[in-house]
C-alpha cells in the first residue's frame, strides 16, 4: 500500500479516487444481451446460459428435489450458523418496521402516511469466484418481512446445471422458494422485461460484476428500480496506536479478497500503526489463498498518515467508504461524528466479517463514494411511502379559501374552481 504522508486537501479528491469503472462501454455490450431477451425470452436466456456458462439449462426454476438435494449437501455446522446468521438478522430488520403516521393538520383534516411493500421483487446473486448465500439472507429476508407479494431470486448455475447448494439452502431457509438458474446480464433483462419463465418485477436487488451493474442501470430507463449504483466493494479502517497491526491487516485483506477492483484504505495518526501493519500484511498475504486476488487490489489502495483526529474526520468523510472500521480508542464518541459512510463498525472487536454475515445490519451497501447520497438496503428499501388525506366541510371551509388564493395566484383556475365548486355546497 503506498503511504502518503500529510497530504495536502487540495490532493485529496486525486488521492482517494477508486478504480476506474468504464460503465459507458460495459453498457454498449451489455444492451443487445437486454434487447434479445426482451424479444426473444426464455430462448435468449437458454442461448446465454450456454454462451456464458457452459450450462444446458431445460427449466429454469429449481426443483423441490434441488431444495432437498442441497439440504443434504450443506454441512451441520454451517446450517447451524445460517440460523444464527437468519435469526440476528431477521430481528435488526423486523424491528425497523414503523407504524401508520396520523395527524390532524387543522381541524377537520387528517393526513396520514403509511408503508406499502413493493409487490414483485427480484433478487440476484452472483455466482463468480464465492458462493454468497449470505446475500440471499441480507436481501431476501427483509422483503418476506416487509411483506412483498412476489419475491424470487436469480442465480448462474454451474456448466453442470446446478446452484451451489448452500445458496439454495438460505433460500429455503427464509422461506424463498422460488429460484431461477440465470445468471449476468441475462438474469436482469429477464427481471426487467419478463419471460416465459421468470416474471417481471418492480424492483431488483444484489450485487453482482460490471455486466450485471450495467445491466441494472440500463434497467433504471425501462422504469425499474434498483436497490443502489453499485462499484467495487471498498473498507476504509481508521486506526491509531492502540489498535492491534494484526487486527487492522486482516480487515484490510478480507475487503482486499473479494476482487482485482476492491479497495482499501488505511488512515492513521501513527506511522508506527501503519509500519507494523504493513509488516503484518505481508504475513497474512503469504497464506492467503486469494492472495492474487487481494494482491491486485492492495494495487489500488494506499494508507494516510495524518498529523490531527480534526483532520482525519474530515478526510474519512470525505471518502465516503462503503465499509468504515473506526479501530481507535475513543471509537464511539468518532462515530457519532461519522455522516458518510455505508456501514461503521465500531471498536477494536468489530470486524466488518461481523456484518458481512451474521450480526444483523445488511451487507448490501453504497460503494464508489455513493454513501454521500444513498443508503444500505434495509426493510425500507422494501416499502413504498403512500400519504393519504381526508378532509371534512369544517376542513375544507378553513383551509379552502387559502387553497383558491394560491392557486388563482399561480393562475391556476382549475385548481381553484375544484376548492370553489365544493364550498358553494357547503
Same mark, same amino acid.
Given at each position: 500500500?503506498?503511504?502518503?504522508?500529510?497530504?495536502?486537501?487540495?490532493?485529496?479528491?486525486?488521492?482517494?479516487?477508486?478504480?476506474?469503472?468504464?460503465?459507458?462501454?460495459?453498457?454498449?455490450?451489455?444492451?443487445?444481451?437486454?434487447?434479445?431477451?426482451?424479444?426473444?425470452?426464455?430462448?435468449?436466456?437458454?442461448?446465454?446460459?450456454?454462451?456464458?456458462?457452459?450450462?444446458?439449462?431445460?427449466?429454469? *426454476?429449481?426443483?423441490?428435489?434441488?431444495?432437498?438435494?442441497?439440504?443434504?449437501? =450443506?454441512?451441520?455446522?454451517?446450517?447451524?450458523?445460517?440460523?444464527?446468521?437468519?435469526?440476528?438478522?431477521?430481528?435488526?430488520?423486523?424491528?425497523?418496521?414503523?407504524?401508520?403516521?396520523?395527524?390532524?393538520?387543522?381541524?377537520?383534516?387528517?393526513?396520514?402516511?403509511?408503508?406499502?411493500?413493493?409487490?414483485?421483487?427480484?433478487?440476484?446473486?452472483?455466482?463468480?469466484?464465492?458462493?454468497?448465500?449470505?446475500?440471499?439472507?441480507?436481501?431476501? &429476508?427483509?422483503?418476506?418481512?416487509?411483506?412483498?407479494?412476489? =419475491?424470487?431470486?436469480?442465480?448462474?448455475?454451474?456448466?453442470?446445471?446446478?446452484?451451489?447448494?448452500?445458496? *439454495?439452502?438460505?433460500?429455503?431457509?427464509?422461506?424463498?422458494?422460488?429460484?431461477?438458474?440465470?445468471?449476468?446480464?441475462?438474469?436482469?433483462?429477464?427481471?426487467?422485461?419478463?419471460?416465459?419463465?421468470?416474471?417481471?418485477?418492480?424492483? #431488483?436487488?444484489?450485487?453482482?460484476?460490471?455486466?450485471?451493474?450495467?445491466?441494472?442501470?440500463?434497467?433504471?430507463?425501462?422504469?425499474?428500480?434498483?436497490?443502489?449504483?453499485?462499484?467495487?466493494?471498498?473498507?476504509?479502517?481508521?486506526?491509531?496506536?492502540?489498535?492491534?497491526?494484526?487486527?487492522?491487516?486482516?480487515?484490510?485483506?478480507?475487503?482486499?479478497?473479494?476482487?482485482?477492483?476492491?479497495?482499501? #484504505?488505511?488512515?492513521?495518526?501513527?506511522?508506527?500503526?501503519?509500519?507494523?501493519?504493513?509488516?503484518?500484511?505481508?504475513?497474512? *498475504?503469504?497464506?492467503?489463498?486469494?492472495?492474487?486476488?487481494?494482491?491486485?487490489?492492495?494495487?489500488?489502495?494506499?494508507?494516510?498518515?495524518?498529523?490531527?483526529?480534526?483532520?482525519?474526520?474530515?478526510?474519512?468523510?470525505?471518502?465516503?467508504?462503503?465499509?468504515?472500521?473506526?479501530? *481507535?480508542?475513543?471509537?464511539?464518541?468518532? &462515530?457519532?461524528?461519522?455522516?458518510?459512510?455505508?456501514?461503521?463498525?465500531?471498536?477494536?472487536?468489530?470486524?466488518?466479517?461481523?456484518?458481512?454475515?451474521?450480526?444483523?445490519?445488511?451487507?448490501?451497501?453504497?460503494?464508489?463514494?455513493?454513501?454521500?447520497?444513498?443508503?444500505?438496503?434495509?426493510?425500507?428499501?422494501?416499502?413504498?411511502?403512500?400519504?393519504?388525506?381526508?378532509?371534512?366541510?369544517?376542513?375544507?371551509?378553513?383551509?379552502?379559501?387559502? =387553497?383558491?388564493?394560491?392557486?388563482?395566484?399561480?393562475?391556476?383556475?382549475?385548481?381553484?374552481?375544484?376548492?370553489?365548486?365544493?364550498?358553494?355546497?357547503?
Amino acid at each position: 500500500m503506498k503511504l502518503y504522508k500529510n497530504p495536502s486537501k487540495e490532493n485529496w479528491s486525486e488521492l482517494l479516487l477508486r478504480p476506474a469503472m468504464s460503465i459507458e462501454e460495459i453498457e454498449k455490450q451489455v444492451q443487445p444481451i437486454l434487447k434479445a431477451v426482451q424479444n426473444e425470452g426464455d430462448a435468449a436466456l437458454r442461448a446465454f446460459s450456454l454462451q456464458f456458462d457452459r450450462a444446458d439449462i431445460d427449466s429454469f *426454476l429449481v426443483s423441490k428435489e434441488e431444495f432437498d438435494e442441497a439440504e443434504t449437501l =450443506v454441512a451441520p455446522e454451517l446450517k447451524e450458523s445460517i440460523s444464527i446468521a437468519i435469526e440476528n438478522i431477521t430481528k435488526f430488520h423486523a424491528a425497523q418496521k414503523t407504524e401508520t403516521l396520523k395527524v390532524e393538520t387543522m381541524k377537520g383534516i387528517q393526513c396520514w402516511r403509511k408503508s406499502v411493500p413493493i409487490q414483485k421483487v427480484g433478487l440476484y446473486i452472483p455466482g463468480g469466484t464465492a458462493p454468497l448465500f449470505s446475500t440471499v439472507i441480507m436481501i431476501g &429476508a427483509p422483503a418476506l418481512i416487509a411483506g412483498c407479494e412476489e =419475491v424470487f431470486l436469480c442465480t448462474p448455475p454451474n456448466s453442470k446445471g446446478k446452484i451451489h447448494p448452500a445458496i *439454495l439452502y438460505a433460500a429455503n431457509k427464509i422461506g424463498l422458494k422460488k429460484v431461477f438458474k440465470v445468471g449476468g446480464a441475462q438474469a436482469i433483462a429477464a427481471m426487467t422485461y419478463g419471460t416465459e419463465s421468470i416474471p417481471k418485477v418492480s424492483k #431488483i436487488f444484489g450485487p453482482g460484476n460490471q455486466y450485471v451493474t450495467a445491466a441494472k442501470q440500463l434497467a433504471t430507463k425501462e422504469g425499474i428500480a434498483i436497490d443502489m449504483p453499485a462499484g467495487p466493494s471498498e473498507v476504509l479502517v481508521w486506526a491509531d496506536d492502540t489498535a492491534n497491526p494484526s487486527f487492522i491487516a486482516a480487515d484490510l485483506l478480507s475487503q482486499a479478497e473479494h476482487g482485482t477492483d476492491s479497495q482499501v #484504505i488505511l488512515v492513521s495518526t501513527s506511522e508506527d500503526t501503519i509500519r507494523k501493519t504493513e509488516e503484518e500484511l505481508e504475513k497474512q *498475504l503469504a497464506v492467503l489463498p486469494r492472495q492474487e486476488i487481494a494482491k491486485k487490489a492492495l494495487d489500488n489502495s494506499r494508507s494516510f498518515l495524518i498529523e490531527d483526529e480534526a483532520t482525519a474526520l474530515e478526510l474519512v468523510n470525505e471518502y465516503a467508504a462503503e465499509h468504515l472500521i473506526l479501530s *481507535l480508542s475513543n471509537a464511539e464518541e468518532i &462515530a457519532e461524528k461519522i455522516v458518510n459512510a455505508g456501514s461503521v463498525f465500531v471498536g477494536h472487536y468489530t470486524p466488518e466479517s461481523a456484518g458481512d454475515y451474521a450480526s444483523g445490519t445488511n451487507h448490501t451497501l453504497p460503494t464508489y463514494g455513493y454513501a454521500k447520497n444513498y443508503s444500505g438496503v434495509s426493510l425500507d428499501s422494501y416499502y413504498r411511502k403512500i400519504t393519504f388525506q381526508k378532509i371534512d366541510k369544517d376542513g375544507l371551509k378553513a383551509l379552502g379559501p387559502h =387553497v383558491e388564493r394560491m392557486a388563482a395566484a399561480e393562475e391556476l383556475d382549475a385548481h381553484k374552481n375544484a376548492i370553489t365548486v365544493r364550498l358553494n355546497e357547503c
